[in-house]
């Protein structure tokens, strides 16, 4: 299975620096934007992907990071681009 490595595993939001590195197997540790899992540590495996998903839209689906959220932001499309196996 390809991985797409420049979207997020739990909400889809697109990022230039490759959360799971150029491979997929590499996380930065770093924080998404746009829900605040911590790339390789809350988004490691599908199921904790799922949680931390299911837990964020529950609460809100609130951009974690607003400076980093787009103008046009559209919630549904950016879910889309949740990368396969871990929607």
């Known amino acids: 299975m ?3 490595t420049r ?3 739990v909400c889809g939001f697109e990022d230039n620096d490759e959360p799971y590195g150029h491979n997929g197997d590499l996380p930065s540790f770093e924080y ?3 829900c605040g899992v911590q790339h390789g540590y ?11 998903r299911k837990n ?3 609460t809100g689906a609130t951009f974690e990071m607003p400076k980093f959220r787009p103008a046009s932001w559209n919630l ?7 990368p396969l196996g871990f929607m």
């Open 2 to 4: 390809t991985i797409n």
């Open 7 to 9: 979207f997020c595993r």
């Open 32 to 34: 998404c934007p746009c």
């Open 56 to 58: 964020w839209l529950a």
């Open 42 to 52: 809350e988004d490691c495996l599908p199921e904790a992907a799922a949680a931390y």
């Open 76 to 82: 549904a499309a950016q879910l889309r681009n949740i």
